[in-house]
């Protein structure tokens, strides 16, 4: 179920750290103030005809915790409220967003236009597994609205894309973008992860869908697993409903509840998050032994002025590249910073309250083939940091011991 109930809260007439703290919520009998946790599988009925007309979808209420909670329903409402969209449906991981998306909306014989700068675990799903039954998939510069335009087939159904991309902060024209799809007559799907709906609401700018990995800065703390997708009803409650229905990709009503609690705090973190990141990637523009470095907030980023056009902030992000004779000096450089960190902590995953760093060559697009690497600009000296809540000067601090001592 993802319609506010027991909410007064008009999405349209709330800031958005308002409904963050209080969209969606649901009170049970007791009335209680924070949001309850529903650990069930299934839920009860007065009498066999409520029973069948649950079922049925002929009324609302809730079923089975596959597709129906109390809890997760609250996730969803609030998500939805906060990406200014009609519906939501939570799944298990940002992953299972997109497998959810693509299963629901999509067969053998259709095409995907993506952006060739995403996740890797995104091109090994579309390529990897979709294309084994039938969906293709091109792959195009995504700051080149053009491209998406040059890669349209009669097939093509649904544009994919991050902006910020993953690693480099690469930044999409939403609004170039989808009116490409829209003349295509596909569907515009956004990853939202790095902005989140605090810096940036994908449908404002002519998107249909906005994905998010809940993982990430929605829960906020590096606790739980959690995804979603956000769209008209139409599209949530047609085709991904009972497609997530009948497969279960789910989220427990113990993950949503811990992303619920995240997503109290998330404007206050994004604001601080996107100050310190845009501190750090100030001060490594002027480190002798960096190359160049990736924000979009920064001045010198290729998309700047897109970037503070549809978004509030840079986000958390700052990737950099450190110098190196050779492709072999740049990777040894790099894990001589990743290692020499003491704050920070060496993981893959981002959107913590904790800092993280990687080195994405060889962990988050690890399973990328070389050519694949270079097209997305994935090279051997780049780091990839995720800010977090800690002192700006500490983070410094951090990197500069390994920075410093890069043999160049």
């Not at 529903?38 to 915790?65: I, P, Q």
């Not at 170039?176 to 790095?194: H, P, Q, R, T, Y």
């Amino acid at each position: 179920m993802t319609t506010p109930q027991n909410s007064d809260l008009n999405p349209d007439q709330f800031g958005l750290d308002t409904l963050g703290v209080r969209a969606g919520t649901l009170r049970s009998e007791f009335m209680e103030h924070s949001e309850a946790l529903y650990l069930t599988s299934s839920f009860c009925f007065d009498n066999s005809a409520e029973a069948a007309h649950r079922f049925a979808n002929a009324e609302e209420g809730f079923v089975y915790s596959r597709f129906t909670n109390p809890t997760v329903a609250m996730f969803q409402s609030r998500l939805a409220a906060l990406e200014g969209g009609e519906a939501c449906m939570a799944v298990a991981s940002g992953m299972s967003a997109i497998m959810s998306l693509v299963m629901a909306t999509l067969q053998a014989g259709d095409h995907i236009v993506s952006s060739q700068s995403i996740f890797g675990s995104t091109i090994q799903m579309f390529s990897g597994i979709f294309g084994r039954f039938g969906i293709e998939t091109t792959y195009v510069d995504p700051t080149k609205p053009e491209a998406w335009r040059a890669a349209v087939k009669p097939n093509t159904k649904l544009f994919f894309l991050e902006t910020p991309s993953n690693p480099l902060t690469e930044v999409s024209d939403i609004r170039a973008i989808s009116a490409v799809a829209k003349e295509a007559g596909a569907l515009l799907a956004v990853d939202n992860c790095f902005c989140t709906p605090i810096l940036q609401r994908p449908l404002e700018h002519g998107a249909d869908i906005v994905i998010h990995s809940a993982t990430k800065h929605l829960d906020g703390q590096g606790r739980v697993l959690g995804g979603a997708i956000v769209g008209s009803r139409e599209l949530i409650m047609g085709k991904v409903f009972p497609f997530v229905r009948q497969a279960g990709p789910t989220l427990s009503a113990f993950n949503a509840w811990v992303i619920l609690k995240g997503m109290e705090t998330l404007a206050i973190r994004m604001e601080r998050h996107s100050a310190s990141a845009l501190t750090l990637a100030t001060w490594l523009e002027s480190h002798p032994n960096v190359e160049r470095v990736y924000h979009p907030a920064l001045p010198s980023h290729p998309q700047h002025a897109i970037a503070m056009r549809q978004q509030s902030g840079g986000g958390a992000i700052v990737s950099f590249v450190v110098r190196g004779a050779s492709p072999e000096a740049q990777r040894a450089n790099a894990w001589r910073v990743i290692d020499s960190t003491k704050v920070c902590s060496i993981t893959g995953n981002l959107g913590d309250t904790r800092t993280t760093i990687t080195h994405p060559s060889t962990t988050t697009h690890g399973r990328m083939t070389a050519e694949a690497k270079a097209a997305a600009g994935i090279s051997e000296g780049l780091i990839r940091l995720a800010v977090g809540l800690e002192s700006v000067a500490d983070l410094q601090a951090d990197l500069a011991r390994g920075l410093d001592s890069c043999e160049i």
